[in-house]
């Protein structure tokens, strides 16, 4: 492990690495074919469902499946998956996932309230979201109104006022998240870029706008995403409907919520590292990272709340998927830059984009306001570029990526230079999966999420990277799994 280093005498500390270990999963799937762990006999225990995973959707799996006896199973020594938070000097701050949207139906709001927790009090003040470009911020930059401020020409603008109000228009017509078929599937042909630029007609200035927003919730740039997701995504945030709502760690709130409701918590540093199906029952070969040997689990349902990456690896071909099955799920990987301090600097959003840099698309303050000397973090947002970015983050050092971040964040504000203590920064290998043209399409055409006894279920298996997805994702592995169990 790196140990922390002091960049300069006067400079910010800047520890190693935290977020996710790969170590653990990447030795049990990297080995040598020969080198692979063998079954034991039989199995040390047998349970109802066994979930692997203790991310959001393999969480919310189990919270309903609660009256059940249920194990989960976290390779990881904390659950959470993405939803990671950190504290610093007593201030928290999302350290990964961090806002959703205040709930907007009768069943989102009792998910929230069954679970006690206070979306009101989470709602985000008003600007939700600035843009910073070419030196200023423009405050409420996903409306029309905030669009209108934009130093661009007069017929870009008036396309993009046509745009954010098509976008608005267009949510009460789409479907809803978790709908089984695409709705204007052929937006899912072609790039966002594409429908900017050919359909619309705006030029790639316009384009650039969106680029921060693309790569950090869709993981690619408008180059690379589907019309279809983008649209999508840019249609709740235009939306005058949509509220968005952050508790200050973020998400990791929800995570918290989930594990109170728990009987049992996720038993931890547990990696599956095979599943195969059985005449009433699934098996999983699970090896105990802490304490370096291995089990089998029975259950009478396995849930593999995992990405489809890592799915893929645990099933054989008898499961019933082949590799070819999985092929076109591909992620993007991401850092998020804890800059720790008593930060000086303003921004009118809870969450600020910044248009035209590479070393982070958005960022937001924990706490959003100054407080006079007092301890404060940017968060800063820095997904990778796709597809190239997760094999290099294996090989760079935490020391180098901070210092690009922090001389990005300098250049654009200088205040900064003085005040950054420390620097802590958090990775994702496989952070989010990325709906490019056609992966949507196929996904709901001919993606199975069921066979036999094993379900899958993560945000992938939506494919579109948000927490909704992947809470709709457990509740629809819960309900498979009660099926089976009530056969
Ligand atoms: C940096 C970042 C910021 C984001 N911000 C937002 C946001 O603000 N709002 C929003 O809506 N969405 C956001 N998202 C997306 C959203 O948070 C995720 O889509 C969602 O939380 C994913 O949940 P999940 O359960 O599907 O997967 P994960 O969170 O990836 O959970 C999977 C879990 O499975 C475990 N696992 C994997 N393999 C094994 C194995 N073999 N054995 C045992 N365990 C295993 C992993 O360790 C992990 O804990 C963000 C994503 C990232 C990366």
């Known amino acids: 492990m790196e140990k922390p280093k002091i960049t ?45 995973g203790a991310g959001l959707a393999g969480l919310t799996a189990a919270y309903h499946l609660r009256d059940r006896q249920v194990v989960v199973l976290e390779a990881e020594t904390q659950a959470g998956g993405v939803c990671l938070s950190g504290s610093y000097q007593g201030v928290p701050y999302p350290a990964g996932s961090a806002y959703f949207y205040y709930p907007w ?29 070419r030196g200023e911020f423009f405050p409420d930059c996903f409306s029309e109104r905030g669009l209108k401020k934009l130093p661009l020409s007069p017929q870009v603008m008036d396309e993009l006022r046509r745009f954010a109000h098509d976008l608005a228009a267009w949510e009460a017509e789409w479907e809803p998240l978790g709908s089984e078929g695409l709705i204007h599937p052929e937006l899912d042909r072609f ?56 508790f200050p760690e973020g998400n990791a709130r929800l995570i918290q919520a989930l594990l109170k409701a728990l009987p049992a918590e996720p038993r931890v ?73 008593p930060l000086s600097l303003e921004a009118p959003g809870y969450e600020n984009w910044v248009a035209e840099e590479r070393a982070f698309t958005d960022f937001i303050l924990a706490p959003r306001l100054v407080r006079d000397g007092g301890p404060r973090v940017m968060v800063a947002f820095a997904p990778q570029p796709f597809p190239q970015g997760r094999e290099a983050l294996l090989h760079l050092s935490a020391r180098k990526k901070g210092r690009e971040i922090l001389d990005t964040a300098i250049r654009l504000f200088p205040g900064l230079k003085n005040e950054v203590e420390e620097i802590r920064l958090y990775r994702f290998g496989h952070a989010q999966i990325v709906p490019y043209p056609g992966f949507l399409t196929r996904l709901k055409q001919t993606f199975k999420h069921q066979h036999g006894r094993i379900i899958l279920s993560s945000s992938d298996s939506e ?22 169990l009530e056969r």
């Open 8 to 52: 300069s005498s006067r400079g910010p500390v800047i520890g190693p690495w935290r977020g996710e270990v790969p170590e653990p999963c990447h030795d049990q799937f990297l080995r040598a074919p020969e080198a692979k762990i063998a079954w034991p006999e039989g199995p040390r225990e047998k349970v109802e469902v066994a979930v692997v």
């Open 269 to 341: 540093q547990q990696v599956a590292a095979g599943v195969r199906q059985e005449k009433d029952a699934v098996q999983l070969l699970v090896f105990d990272a802490g304490q370096k040997r291995t089990y089998c689990l029975e259950a009478g349902a396995v849930i593999l709340a995992v990405g489809k990456f890592a799915a893929q690896k645990l099933l054989s071909a008898e499961a019933g998927w082949s590799p070819e099955d999985f092929r076109f799920f591909r992620y993007s990987s991401y850092v998020v830059a804890a800059l720790c301090g």
């Open 191 to 246: 790039s966002f870029q594409h429908y900017l630029e050919k359909i619309r007609g705006l030029p790639p200035e316009a384009t650039s706008l969106f680029a921060p927003y693309c790569a950090s919730c869709l993981g690619a740039g408008p180059e690379t995403v589907s019309a279809w997701a983008a649209l999508y995504f840019l249609m709740s945030e235009f939306s005058p409907a949509n509220r968005t709502a952050a």
């Open 463 to 484: 494919g579109l990277p948000c927490i909704e997805a992947a809470i709709i994702q457990g509740q629809k592995a819960a309900r498979l799994a009660r099926e089976l």
């Open 105 to 133: 139906n009768d069943e989102w709001r009792k998910w929230y309230r069954d679970l006690e927790l206070d979306t009101d009090a989470a709602l985000v003040a008003d600007p939700s979201s600035a843009l910073y470009f």
